[in-house]
């Protein structure tokens, strides 16, 4: 077993989502939602096969279509048991910095709603880090910061106020130093594996449309910086999923 814990794999995404999900039996996915539509698909494939969960969130690039009413339909998704966290969430002032306030707006009411229902939030930061970090210290939720980017420095603050560091294929890209001196020093407890598929697939599979089992290589790459063997590895950012998520890894085949 391996377990992806940020992933967006629907019926969008994948044409051929009847083949992925089959390729997948032997991983366990934290499945994200980012609008309306994708957290209904990621709520209905949760309660479909067993090893697919749930994170829902409204992600910022979606900010001028949500209202109060769809934090309610939100807030019904978290009394499934099958949703896990809420997410993807954040803030990101790469494409868009007209509307920061309106972001940071939406990224409180969300971890409102995590703190209210004992939720773990999946966080997308981009070119936001400072503001992701202090509206994270402010409201004391548990954190995976998805797809860090960041710098050492950062990822040790982050992980001082009981936050997690999502770690995916980027680690294996030739460009990847910061990230590699991230995997290296923060201690191991406090890492997630995850793909972020369909996108950034690891080397060697690298522009292809990523899935889940890709994580071998991720695994691989952590294990050489690690100096550890990988099935070391493995089971601890495994059981790092399990303990943060709340989830019955033990219920699925661990080889």
């Known amino acids: 077993m391996i377990i992806d814990t940020h992933a967006h794999i629907n019926k969008l995404e994948y044409e051929n989502i009847e083949e992925i999900i089959n ?52 807030e019904k998704y978290l009394k499934n048991p099958k949703v896990v966290a809420i997410g993807e969430i954040g803030l990101d002032y790469h494409w868009r910095t007209d509307n920061k306030e309106k972001q940071r707006e939406l990224f409180i009411k969300q971890l409102k709603l995590a703190k209210k229902y004992n939720k773990p939030v999946i966080v997308h930061s981009r070119d936001a880090i400072q503001d992701t970090f202090e509206i994270i210290s402010q409201y004391n939720v548990k954190a995976d910061i998805h797809c860090f980017s960041s710098s050492l420095e950062m990822a040790e603050r982050f992980v001082k106020i009981g936050c997690l560091i999502g770690v995916g294929g980027a680690i294996t890209f030739k460009n990847s130093k910061k990230l590699i001196e991230v995997a290296k020093n923060v201690d191991l407890s406090k890492i997630l594996l995850e793909t972020d598929s369909p996108y950034l697939a690891p080397e060697p599979v690298r522009g292809t449309k990523n899935d889940s089992t890709n994580l071998k290589y991720v695994v691989t790459k952590l294990a050489e910086i690690r100096n550890l063997d990988e099935l070391t590895i493995l089971n601890k950012l495994n059981n790092n999923a399990i303990e943060f998520f709340g989830i019955k890894g033990e219920e699925y085949d661990t080889k």
């Open 23 to 74: 390729k997948l039996e032997k991983c366990l996915i934290i499945n994200n939602g980012i609008n309306e539509e994708t957290n209904e698909l990621v709520v209905e494939m949760a309660e479909k096969f067993s090893n697919f969960y749930a994170a829902v969130g409204y992600h910022p690039e979606n900010i001028d279509e949500i209202n109060d009413k769809d934090l309610k339909i939100l």
